[in-house]
């Protein structure tokens, strides 16, 4: 297994970090439900780069646009009739009262009408956020740069390990997600038993709480404190290896799904191989009569079943990996008494 510094220089070493990871706890399963019926990409195992909008905790789309845009234009328009209305009423224009009072409950029931259709439409829409949700939205937590620690710029920039290691983790799940294997029926089961997205966010809280802690305990260096201070320290970086091998645990990961990859595509091509020698038999059939044609094909012809065999044992081991990947949490409750020590 590599270490993750070395990977971290060949995944990501020459590339800004540039992500945003939303810790999926910091908001409800209604806010996530309707940003993927928006289609916002706002998460670690997304296949690209996070996409940021000024309306997450808004209602900005067609059927809340139709709704609310007509309903406030009805209104405009009934208000613009009762109010020459009801001047003309205390003048004592009694005509052209009628007249506005009645332009103005037409477009008041026309109004009613369209907020009656178009209404359910919009409370019923899965992109809708209700009140309680949008309050969520606000205290969702995301996971940075800067809250790592980095700081852009030549002069005054400066980075962090931890942020170095959390940049590796988003590149290694946004990797893992393109693979074929991910998407492929044959792991359907597999990939929904582990959870990626929470996986990488529980690695950058963490990792967010040692940047921190290590900020504290620097910000405590004296002369009578200088010991402690390297003993607490000393303790932090046991926390951050436990981190980093989790991070290369997942790499391990990807590299079993590039595996699968490759065998995917081999039976991939062993079963087109079978339909072409059918077809082409069944052109000789109907073509020439040539007795050696179906023995020949088949001796030429990739056999499926060893592609099988080897895919069934990659996906034994990417099951006992996951294993691995999935006793995260385990692994996180040392690294959470470590620094509950230190605190202590």
């Given at each position: 297994?590599?270490?993750?510094k ?7 070493g020459k ?13 409800s399963?209604?806010?996530?439900h309707?940003?993927?019926a ?25 059927s ?6 007509g ?14 209305g ?6 004592g ?28 439409k ?17 205290g ?21 390990d ?10 290694i ?18 990939v ?35 010991k ?39 039976l991939?091509?062993?079963?087109r ?37 080897i ?5 034994a ?16 409750a040392?690294?959470?008494k ?5 605190e202590?």
């Amino acid at each position: 297994m590599s270490s993750w510094k070395s990977l971290w220089k060949s995944e990501c070493g020459k590339a800004a970090p540039i992500y945003r990871v939303l810790v999926p706890e910091s908001v409800s399963d209604d806010v996530r439900h309707a940003w993927d019926a928006r289609g916002y990409r706002y998460t670690a195992g997304a296949p690209s780069a996070i996409m940021l909008t000024g309306g997450m905790n808004r209602n900005l789309f067609r059927s809340s646009v139709v709704f609310k845009g007509g309903t406030a234009a009805g209104t405009a328009v009934t208000a613009g009739f009762a109010a020459p209305g009801g001047l003309a009423l205390v003048s004592g224009f009694a005509d052209a009262a009628v007249t506005f009072g009645g332009l103005g409950a037409a477009t008041a029931l026309g109004t009613g009408i369209f907020a009656a259709v178009t209404g359910p439409k919009y409370l019923r829409d899965p992109k809708r956020l209700s009140r309680k949700a949008r309050r969520k939205v606000t205290g969702a937590r995301w996971i940075t740069p800067s809250s790592l620690g980095y700081v852009g710029g030549r002069k005054e920039g400066r980075d962090t390990d931890e942020q170095r290691l959390f940049h590796l983790a988003v590149m290694i799940a946004r990797k893992i997600v393109r693979t074929r294997a991910w998407t492929h029926p044959i792991l359907k089961d597999h990939v929904s038993r582990v959870d990626l997205d929470h996986a990488v966010a529980s690695i950058g809280v963490r990792l967010e709480e040692l940047v921190a802690l290590r900020e504290e305990i620097e910000g405590i260096r004296d002369a009578g404190t200088a010991k402690s201070v390297e003993t607490y320290l000393s303790k932090l970086a046991v926390a951050f290896t436990s981190m980093a091998r989790r991070v290369e645990s997942m790499h391990e990961y990807y590299e079993r799904l590039l595996a699968l990859d490759e065998q995917l595509l081999l039976l991939h091509n062993s079963e087109r191989s079978r339909e072409l020698g059918d077809r082409v038999l069944d052109v000789l059939s109907r073509t020439a009569a040539d007795d050696s044609a179906d023995w020949q094909f088949r001796e030429l012809r990739i056999d499926a079943e060893s592609q099988s065999s080897i895919i069934s044992g990659i996906v034994a081991e990417l099951d006992e990996t996951a294993d691995d990947f999935d006793d995260f949490d385990s692994r996180l409750a040392a690294a959470q008494k470590s620094v509950d020590e230190l605190e202590a």
